[in-house]
Every structure is written in C-alpha cells, then in structure tokens.
C-alpha cells in the first residue's frame, strides 16, 4: 500500500528514505515536483506544500494537484503535518496534536473536484480525518514516547498574513483551538478521492494576542529540531500500518453520488 506525505513549514526532507527519486508528476490540475522513496519497504511519495525553499504562499498552493498526484500514484493512505498557531495555553510549541475538525475561513481556493466525469459527489465531513489511520499513528507514538494531544479543531486562514486579536477571538468563541493556513482543503480533497488523510498540528507558537511578539523567525527556530521527530514518528507508523488496512473513507463515494 502506498503512503503519501505532505508536509509544512519547516519540513522540507525526510529522514531515513532511501532509493529517493525526484519527479515532476503531471496532473489534470498542473504538474507537481515530489520525492519518491522507500521507508521499510513501503513505497512514499513525498510532498512538502509550500516547496523545498517555502515559496508558495498557502492560497496560491495547488491543493488540487498535490492530492490528484498522489491518487494517481496510486497512495491510499495520506500522512500530513500542519504546522499551526496555538490558542491553548497548555499546547506550548512543539506541541503534536491530533486534528479532530477543521473551521475554514478561506476564499478563492479550489477545493472541491467535483463535477467529476460528469458526476456530482457530496461527501461525508463529518469526521475530517481518519480515525483508522490516527490508531497507528498513536500506537507509533506510543513506542516512540511521543505524547500527541487529542481534540483539535483547526481553524484555516488565508495566510501568509498572521490572523489578528479579533479574528483569535472570534476563533475561541467559534470552539477553534489552532490556526493555520494550508490544511484546508486538502483533507477534504483526500476524501473526494476516496483516500484516508490524517494530520498532526505541530505548534509552532501561540496565536495572536496570546503571544505579543509573534514573529516568522520564531515558527522556525521552534520548529527546527523537530523535523527528525516526525519523520520517525511517520516512518514507524507506516511500518505499523497492515497491508489489509481498511478505512471508511476507502468508501466516501458509496452514497455520496445522487
């Protein structure tokens, strides 16, 4: 089973993959540069969004072309990182959360496929991301003794601006509890392409007006160590994951045709 990789700010190489070739994947969509490898004998397919030299600002990244890449490679299963804004005091940065809901506050991205080959599709959101997947994700971070949060609800901007006091606020009373820019709408992508997509907010710092000084040096310098801890933590994952693994959103086109 193939394993596709997506990852933020900060998380431009993964550790430990071997056999690396680099290819320029071309999609309906537009073409796609992604690093292609082995981890445990697992073939991945490597995408850092914003570029190897994060140059892409989070609205002009081709979410459609990312995720129809990987469906074209063949990936089943979608491992993502999103590196995000914290308003809860207790998740400091280098904080590894669970996302559990997404709020989206974005505008003019493309984000769904659909009408597709004359077919229209209204998928199940109800839970964004893979409870399946999540099991071997904490069952890997068990073993590794990386403590991962639970109920994160991710509320997307537009980007690259940082959000204000207001719009933190407005957030809280919302029930968001982490902000970013980028994870909207590519879960919801994954599962219009019947993929598993699951993502691990990594704090970077907290959110506006609960950090006075908020810097883009800042998300670096926290997030700098923190590259290889990912990487082991999604490599023993895919070596975790069973070759007849099964997830609900391997079936989210069942009823979602009319």
Not at 133 to 153: F, N
Request: net charge negative.
């Amino acid at each position: 089973m193939k394993i596709g990789l997506i990852t933020g700010t900060g998380l431009y190489s993964l550790p430990n993959l071997q056999n690396t070739i680099k290819e320029q994947i071309e999609t309906p969509y537009g073409s796609v540069n992604a690093e292609i490898g082995e981890w445990s004998g697992r073939e991945v397919i490597f995408i850092p969004r914003h570029g190897k030299n994060h140059t892409i600002a989070p609205s002009d990244i081709n979410y459609q072309a990312n995720i129809y890449a990987l469906y074209q490679k063949g990936v089943k299963i979608i491992l993502a990182t999103s590196v995000s804004g914290s308003l809860n005091i207790d998740w400091k940065p280098g904080t590894f959360v669970f996302l559990d809901q997404f709020l989206d506050f974005t505008y003019g991205r493309k984000y769904t496929f659909y009408p597709l080959n004359g077919k229209l599709a209204h998928v199940n959101m109800t839970d964004p991301y893979c409870g399946e997947t999540k099991k071997y994700i904490q069952k890997a971070a068990d073993e590794l003794g990386i403590d991962i949060r639970k109920g994160g609800v991710y509320c997307c901007f537009n980007g690259p601006r940082f959000e204000t006091r207001a719009e933190i606020r407005m957030v809280e009373m919302l029930g968001g509890n982490l902000v970013g820019q980028t994870n909207f709408p590519e879960c919801v992508l994954a599962r219009e392409l019947e993929m598993s997509y699951a993502s691990i907010a990594i704090v970077s710092n907290y959110a506006a007006g609960i950090d006075e000084d908020l810097t883009a040096s800042e998300l670096t310098e926290n997030l700098s160590t923190l590259g290889d801890t990912v990487g082991h933590l999604f490599q023993r994952t895919i070596e975790l994951i069973p070759d007849d693994f099964d997830s609900p959103a391997f079936h989210s086109l069942d009823k979602a045709i009319l």
